[in-house]
């Protein structure tokens, strides 16, 4: 499996830019130039290139480029954290929906329909304005109701599974339902699973972002964030600041769409029929 | 055809029941409610009032069944902000979130179909290249910063389109493009890959056999039934294409629902913030139901017993 996704073009190039998304958040302290919070209003919005300022400064003349990298932390954070807490909701709502069946089934189906029946953003930010913002909240908010897609893809694949005759010869030299569940269907229930939470990981950081630049993700203003500093970047757009926005921008973009290479080349490897 | 009419009817009933019992638990997940409906240094006599004025005091469940009458009856609430009613305020922006989601939807279906049956036409060239190239990054960039991409560009730098505002043609280009990308990408992307399924099926070889040109065989038969797959895609972002509304009408100051709920949270008009979930589920479901219509005229396969 590893070398078919060696393989892959697309894949690697999505491998190389999540490697540098992490390494990035990890060794923030390490790679970044100067400290990301320290302002210098003698500096103020500095273009890329400036003396000191590879990619310019903001509006409080912060090191752009040192802000990115930084950045990088609370994306991972945020998105690897709400896809940890969506997973432990929804794989269990999922394989107990699928095997299970009937009302149980019945009802946490149409749960999901009716949460997904809203505008996600609209359902985040009417969570977020009764909660009140925090980045806790921001966490919790995305993480749960992201239940529903973990949910789906494994109800779908128990469903499928629990007839064949490994699931059925289980059941009949007597094995124990959670025994079925745990030993026998969760494994073939996986491959789909890791493409979805992987996928799952841009649609967070995107969000959150999404959050950060309404200004409803309660990020304390002393952590970098993509979102706000696309926030802070659409303000001096007007007065020729284009850099400060961009460049969150394109970090966003690069790293969805290296999730997204990587993701679909993994669902490709993962699923026997695309070959 | 009218039981399962019926059928759907009663699911958009089940969603906008949804909505309201979010709606209404939204107002007790942060403790008290009244904190979400008065100023913080509202007075206690104020807040003591304004708990008799709405029952905070009664249980739950009377509260909860009051809540639904009232909505039944038309009453969801007044704005804290102006003293109008909710609905009203709500329902008065949604003719601009419509026309942005419209034009945004109609952008994507006029690109994103022909882009995906061309890429599948000419699958390996060049073409095809670039149509899926041009769609990962479509489906890549968050909907917040193309915007701010397109005003830096075509705004600022070129002069060509107004940036912010509403109400001539001219003001509605950005906007659309902003909002319609993702799922331009996306229906190409599925276009794509439908209308090589079909192409490879046993009736276009049989088309092909009995001596039909090309473009009978890709136009008459294949495509048609490709589109029963994009049908559903478009059902499945639609839900998209309104978050992406709410985005971009903030982006470019677009007086719609989405700009609206968010200056409810902002001055803490909770009461709007309420209504504004209902009528966008609601919105969501008719739409939904639509689309479900639109099935019905393009399969004749599907019955719905």
Do not use: C
């Amino acid at each position: 499996m590893h070398r078919r996704l060696l393989k892959n073009p697309a894949a690697v190039a999505g491998m190389l830019i999540l490697l540098a998304f992490v390494l990035a958040a990890l060794l923030a302290p390490y790679l970044a130039p100067a400290d990301p919070t320290a302002q210098d209003l003698a500096a103020r919005l500095k273009p890329p290139g400036a003396e000191g300022h590879l990619l310019g400064t903001d509006r409080l003349g912060r090191d752009i480029l040192s802000r990115l990298i930084y950045g990088a932390r609370l994306s991972l954070l945020v998105s690897v954290t709400s896809v940890l807490i969506g997973l432990a909701l929804g794989l269990p709502l999922g394989l107990v929906s699928g095997y299970a069946g009937g009302r149980l089934d019945d009802f946490l189906m149409r749960l999901g329909d009716i949460q997904l029946s809203l505008p996600f953003i609209v359902l985040v930010i009417a969570v977020m304005a009764a909660l009140g913002p925090s980045l806790t909240n921001t966490i919790l908010v995305l993480g749960v109701t992201s239940w529903v897609v973990y949910a789906r893809v494994v109800r779908g694949s128990v469903l499928s599974l629990k007839e064949q005759e490994f699931a059925l010869a289980a059941r009949a030299i007597g094995a124990s339902t959670p025994r079925i569940l745990l030993r026998h269907l969760l494994p073939s229930a996986l491959p789909p699973l890791i493409v979805v939470a992987t996928l799952e990981l841009a649609r967070i950081i995107v969000s959150e972002a999404a959050l950060s630049f309404l200004g409803l993700s309660g990020v304390p203003p002393e952590i970098p964030s993509w979102g706000q500093m696309l926030a802070d970047g659409r303000e001096v757009l007007y007065f020729g600041g284009w850099w400060v926005a961009t460049f969150p921008g394109v970090a966003i973009s690069l790293v969805v769409l290296g999730i997204n290479l990587f993701g679909d080349a993994l669902a490709e490897v993962l699923d026997p029929r695309s070959r | 055809m009218i039981a399962f009419l019926v059928r759907r009817l009663l699911l958009v009933g089940v969603v906008a029941w949804g909505a309201a019992t979010l709606a209404f638990f939204l107002l007790y997940l942060s403790g008290d409610p009244v904190d979400l409906l008065l100023p913080l240094d509202a007075s206690p006599e104020a807040r003591a009032e304004l708990r008799r004025a709405y029952g905070f005091d009664d249980p739950l469940y009377v509260q909860y069944g009051r809540y639904l009458w009232k909505l039944l009856h038309g009453d969801f609430g007044v704005s804290l902000r102006s003293q109008e009613p909710a609905l009203g305020l709500v329902l008065g922006r949604m003719p601009a979130t419509l026309e942005l989601a419209g034009a945004g939807l109609l952008f994507a279906l006029l690109l994103g179909i022909p882009a995906g049956v061309l890429a599948a036409l000419k699958k390996g060239t060049l073409a095809e290249l670039l149509v899926m190239t041009l769609a990962l990054l479509g489906q890549s960039i968050p909907v917040y910063f193309l915007g701010l991409v397109l005003i830096m560009v075509f705004g600022l730098k070129l002069h060509w389109l107004p940036i912010s505002g509403y109400g001539t043609l001219r003001h509605l280009v950005l906007p659309t493009i902003t909002v319609g990308t993702f799922v331009t990408a996306s229906i190409a992307r599925l276009t794509r890959n439908g209308v090589l399924q079909e192409l490879r099926s046993d009736y276009v070889r049989t088309a092909r056999a009995k001596g039909l040109t090309e473009r009978v065989v890709v136009y008459k038969h294949a495509l048609r039934n490709a589109a029963i797959p994009v049908v559903t895609i478009v059902g499945l972002q639609l839900g998209t294409l309104l978050s992406g509304a709410v985005i971009t009408e903030t982006i470019f100051a677009w007086p719609g629902m989405g700009r609206f709920v968010l200056l409810a949270v902002e001055q803490g008009d909770f009461p709007v913030v309420q209504a504004s979930v209902i009528v966008f589920a609601l919105l969501l479901a008719l739409v939904n139901l639509a689309v479900d219509l639109a099935y019905l005229w393009l399969d004749p396969r599907v019955r719905y017993a």
